[in-house]
């Protein structure tokens, strides 16, 4: 059993929350649009009711929990690529986040907020 | 219990290594249970795993007690399950949160545990925190400044980590530590806790490395210079091949082999050479040993293997050369010319090996120079006084660092020649002890019947010594060993009398020293009775050394004279001694004027020549025995007990009272000059005469000298140096000697001037001997209880008109 020392350096350099512990971080996309700020997680197998969306301060921190929906009694795994449990994203988005019109929407994989703030 | 979260989770018992929180770690599954528990986990919807390190690595099935109680929750980020046919399985997992087994709830297939999750350490922001972290920031400085290769990311995020806690976990997996220490960092619960194991296990590590990188340092400072020195060397080899010059040995061992090639060597030494050569070609130049073999080869063909010169054969012309640079010399010109004759009839004869013996300055030296050129051949000249160390002669073996062969070899390398008169001088001198016997090294060189095949030590090659002219040269053959003496023809050169002298100033010194001061031979002339002065009062020496000094301080002041333009031409005469060379230097062995009773003149040969020496003997009333003084040998002192013996048991046969003066008192004999050591059984006459003068007393003829060796019987036995002693003791004005009757043959070999004004007395006993040379009876009573010499006893005029003359 060996370490792998650069993975764990990129867990550590990465933007954290301190108090949620190593968790994984979904992929994000960003958009500015007319209306506001509109942002796409690739969230795909997570029930938008495991999802939470917190504003603290200027942050905007998405998380939640990925489960495994499909693994059914007595089958086994061959391969696993896809990371489950909790995960946590915390983004910066210039805007004023506490009086903003926060809009969400799962489609296709995706999990959207949409930010109305000007 | 505490109100944290808890919840089941398969366990998952890990061998050689904690799992940190937040760390991610490849795991390789094997273990029945581990699979059983892995698969488990994965059949979960979060893949949530415990995974605890086990106490002992060797447990394959360990039950719960082998188990630490805190471990860390991890979820499997990824998993594949091997290629081949083993069932293992390939996980990667990423450490989540601390937690503590509550209860084990199954054992099999695999173990499940129920676990309550554990908090992050506490933090806190004590001064002791602040200060652990702060010193932990220090050396892990340290530590990656001793570490080479630490990736540039990692050196960033220990740099700029800001979270304590979170670097102290990354540090432990990062770090060689032992498992203990590793769930002792898992287990603590503060952060003051954690900072202060991971702080000294740090420190620990920190020294390993120092220590680590001390003793590569070393290591690599040792090998550096060598290294370095070597590189150079094969660049600057590359660099002389791209110049399109060959390389340095190379081209030296091509250089070596052309000369081999053309040098005219016999084949033995062929052979050696070429197998030298072949090992020099195959040695780089920085190799200690190329110098050794480049030296030796050198040697090798600098030496005149089969190189002579040809010897001019012309016997007319050889006598006319040696004539030139010597006066008389008979014996040595006539032996040259033998040997010069017998090469013109057989000319592979072996060349003879002469030994010049005679006192310093009569030209033994210079003899050998007139030799090598009457004969055409190559004059090599060493000293060999004061030589202590057979090596010199014969060379160091190549082994020793700075070995070089003996002088014989360097000699014949100057000559370049195999037949030069090669002159080893002062062979007497050799030094013989403890160190090294080099005449014992001479014995090899000098046998005709040896030095064809020669081996120096160094050379390791037969040479030819046997063409070579040696001409040893000495003053006393004394402290010649006798297997040396054995090996060589002595010709022995005594000292020139006052006649030969004078021919040899007028021939050769005052042309020479004349010249020396540049003048013109016309503008210094010295009468023959000057000379004579110079060479009787000024000078006082066998050779000649002393008297061309003077010849030469003469022609130096006549010199300054003409200079100063006080005169042009000079003559030198007897009157003018005195103004230029000052006082007489030498009167005190000439005769002395009187003598009183007990004293004789004996006479001596010593490195100088012949020489005159005085007995003298004295009664010490109220004393017993006989005292001797004046550094006297053993011989010398036996003689003077025998003589003392036969006086007194033949008291009464003689007419003498010497029983009843040696039996009331005791006698003194001394012989100065005190200083001088003397020795030999050849002053035996004289000091009978002396002791008979004594106990007569009857003074001893002041003009008479005597030498031979006596017997308790009387009788008067030959000695040795008869031309030097009589031509000392004409040296100093007298005009009779006492010799024993069986030297008589060796008078022809003194000039017939030298015994012209001298009467030579020939004795077989020593009644003989007395009444020629005691003063007559009636003579000496007058000078009885007056101080020694105080009054004229006899003029030698006197003496001689009474004397008889015995013998031949």
């Known amino acids: 059993m060996s370490r792998s020392k650069r993975v764990f350096i990129e867990r550590l350099t990465s933007e954290y929350h301190r108090s949620s512990g190593p968790l994984w971080q979904p992929a994000v996309d960003i958009y500015r649009c007319p209306t506001g700020w509109k942002i796409k997680f690739d969230l795909a197998g997570v029930k938008p009711e495991d999802v939470e969306v917190l504003i603290a301060d200027d942050k905007l921190i998405v998380r939640g929990v990925r489960r495994d929906t499909v693994i059914t009694e007595g089958w086994s795994y061959h391969q696993l690529e896809i990371t489950y449990s909790r995960f946590e994203r915390v983004l910066k988005i210039p805007c004023e986040l506490s009086s903003a019109e926060i809009q969400c929407e799962s489609r296709d994989g995706w999990f959207i907020l949409l930010l109305n703030c000007g | ?808």
């Open chain 2, 1 to 808: 219990m505490s109100d944290n979260k808890t919840l089941e989770l398969p366990i998952l018992p890990l061998r050689n290594i904690v799992i940190f929180p937040s760390g991610i770690t490849p795991l390789t599954v094997g273990r029945p249970m581990s699979l059983a528990a892995a698969e488990a986990a994965l059949a979960t919807e979060e893949k949530l795993l415990g995974v605890i390190a086990q106490r002992e690595d060797g447990e394959n099935e360990p039950t719960p007690d082998k188990l630490h109680t805190v471990g860390t929750m991890v979820v499997i980020n990824r998993m594949m399950r091997s290629p081949g046919a083993d069932e293992a399985l390939h996980l990667i997992v990423q450490g989540q949160e601390r937690f503590r087994i509550i209860g084990f709830i199954e054992q099999t297939p695999f173990l499940k545990a129920r676990v309550e999750i554990l908090p992050e350490p506490v933090r806190e922001k004590t001064p002791e925190v602040e200060a652990l972290q702060r010193n932990i920031q220090v050396l892990v400085q340290k530590a990656l400044s001793l570490l080479p290769n630490v990736p540039p990311e990692i050196r960033n995020i220990i740099v700029q980590a800001d979270d304590a806690i979170r670097l102290a976990y990354f540090l432990g997996s990062v770090l060689d530590l032992e498992i203990a220490q590793e769930q002792a960092l898992l287990e603590a619960n503060t952060e003051s806790e954690l900072l202060h194991l991971m702080h000294t296990y740090l420190a620990r590590e920190v020294e390993v490395l120092e220590i680590r990188s001390k003793i590569s340092n070393q290591a690599q400072e040792e090998l550096g210079k060598a290294q370095r020195d070597y590189i150079l060397r094969e660049q600057m080899k590359q660099i002389q091949k791209e110049l399109g010059e060959t390389e340095p040995e190379q081209a030296e061992a091509q250089l070596l082999r052309e000369r081999i090639e053309k040098a005219d060597l016999p084949e033995e030494v062929r052979t050696e050479a070429d197998r030298e050569l072949k090992r020099l070609e195959r040695l780089p130049a920085a190799a200690p040993d190329y110098h050794v073999i480049r030296t030796y080869l050198e040697w090798i063909l600098d030496l005149p293997w089969r190189k002579s010169t040809e010897d001019s054969l012309d016997l007319n012309k050889a006598q006319e050369v040696l004539d030139e640079d010597h006066y008389d010399l008979k014996d040595i010109k006539q032996r040259i010319l033998e040997h010069l004759a017998v090469i013109k009839l057989n000319p592979t004869t072996k060349a003879p090996i002469l030994c010049f013996v005679g006192p310093p300055g009569v030209g033994k030296t210079s003899l050998g120079q007139s030799i090598a050129r009457s004969m055409g051949r190559k004059f090599e000249r060493m000293s060999l006084g004061g030589m202590r160390d057979e090596a010199e002669l014969r060379g160091h073996r190549r082994t020793y660092i700075g070995s070089m062969p003996g002088r014989i070899i360097q000699a014949l390398r100057r000559a370049n020649v195999n037949n030069p008169v090669m002159m080893l001088d002062e062979v007497d001198k050799l030094g013989m002890d403890f160190r090294g016997d080099p005449a014992s090294a001479l014995l090899e060189i000098l046998d005709p019947a040896q030095n064809f095949a020669f081996r120096d030590h160094y050379l390791d090659l037969p040479f030819d010594l046997s063409k070579v002219f040696f001409i040893a040269t000495a003053n006393t053959l004394g402290p010649i060993p006798p297997a040396l003496r054995d090996r060589m023809e002595v010709i022995a050169l005594s000292g020139y009398t006052e006649e030969e002298k004078l021919h040899i100033a007028k021939q050769y010194l005052i042309p020479r020293q004349v010249k020396e001061a540049g003048l013109k031979e016309e503008q210094l002339q010295f009468t023959d009775e000057a000379l004579q002065g110079i060479i009787s009062r000024y000078t006082r020496e066998a050779g000649v050394r002393q008297l061309e000094r003077t010849i030469g301080s003469v022609a130096r002041k006549v010199a300054l004279k003409v200079a100063q333009g006080k005169g042009d031409v000079f003559t030198v005469t007897p009157s003018d001694l005195e103004d230029y060379l000052g006082h007489e230097m030498f009167f005190h062995e000439m005769a002395r004027q009187k003598l009183p009773p007990g004293v004789a003149t004996g006479l001596a040969v010593t490195e100088m020549g012949g020489e005159v020496l005085f007995i003298e003997a004295t009664l010490l009333p109220g004393s017993k025995g006989l005292t001797l003084t004046g550094q006297l040998g053993e011989v010398m002192q036996e003689s003077a007990k025998a003589a003392l013996s036969y006086l007194w048991s033949h008291s009464g046969e003689l007419g003498l009272d010497c029983a009843d003066k040696f039996g009331n008192s005791g006698v003194h004999v001394h012989v100065p000059a005190g200083a001088t050591p003397k020795d030999g059984p050849s002053a035996g006459v004289a000091i009978v005469t002396a002791l008979a003068s004594l106990c007569s007393g009857r003074p001893v003829r002041n003009d008479t000298a005597m030498t031979g060796e006596i017997t308790l019987s009387g009788l008067v036995l030959p000695v040795g140096g008869i031309k030097g002693k009589v031509l000392a003791a004409r040296r100093s004005g007298m005009k009779r000697v006492v010799l024993p009757k069986k030297n008589q043959h060796d008078l022809k070999d003194i000039p017939e001037e030298a015994l012209r004004d001298l009467e030579v007395v020939f004795v077989e006993r020593i009644e003989e001997v007395l009444p020629q040379t005691l003063t007559p009876a009636s003579d000496s009573l007058p000078t009885t209880g007056l101080p020694p010499g105080a009054e004229a006893s006899t003029t030698g005029a006197e003496v001689r008109a009474e004397s008889s003359k015995t013998g031949s």
